[in-house]
């Protein structure tokens, strides 16, 4: 079975960085597509990057475009989201998610299968 989890969270001051991982374990092939959403009170969870395991079709939003990064590291079947820049409009609960294969529907939460328990990411002064 595939298995999805996250860390990494915590405070961080506005301006700084923070990685957040996700070990993808149970993967029966490298023909994979990983994601990050972001979740608010009161907002519907929103994409924010995303990849083909194998390295290719690398995605990020509009609003995290030159700030965050979406990595994996084949090694220890880990993805990454190095956010830096950090704003307070960046906080929000992270949730890391992987399918079967790729859709070009990547941006939405429906396109996957597989999801973490999420990590709390607070941008605060």
């Known amino acids: 079975q595939v298995q999805v989890v996250e860390s990494g969270g915590g405070l961080v001051q506005p301006g700084g960085s923070l990685r957040l991982s996700c070990v993808v374990s149970?993967?029966?092939?490298?023909?994979?597509?990983v994601a990050w959403f972001r979740q608010t009170p009161g907002k519907e969870r929103e994409f924010v990057a995303a990849?083909?395991?194998?390295?290719?079709?690398?995605r990020v939003a509009d609003s995290v475009s030159g700030r965050f990064a979406i990595s994996r590291d084949n090694a220890k079947n880990t993805v990454f989201l190095q956010m830096n820049s950090l704003k307070s409009e960046d906080t929000a609960v992270y949730y890391c998610?992987?399918?079967?294969?790729?859709?070009?529907?990547?941006?939405?939460?429906?396109?996957?299968?597989?999801w973490g328990q999420g990590t709390q990411v607070t941008v605060s002064s």
């Open positions: 149970g993967r029966t092939s490298n023909n994979f597509g």
């Open positions: 998610t992987a399918r079967e294969g790729w859709h070009v529907y990547y941006h939405l939460t429906s396109s996957y299968g597989y």
């Open positions: 990849m083909r395991w194998s390295g290719g079709s690398p």
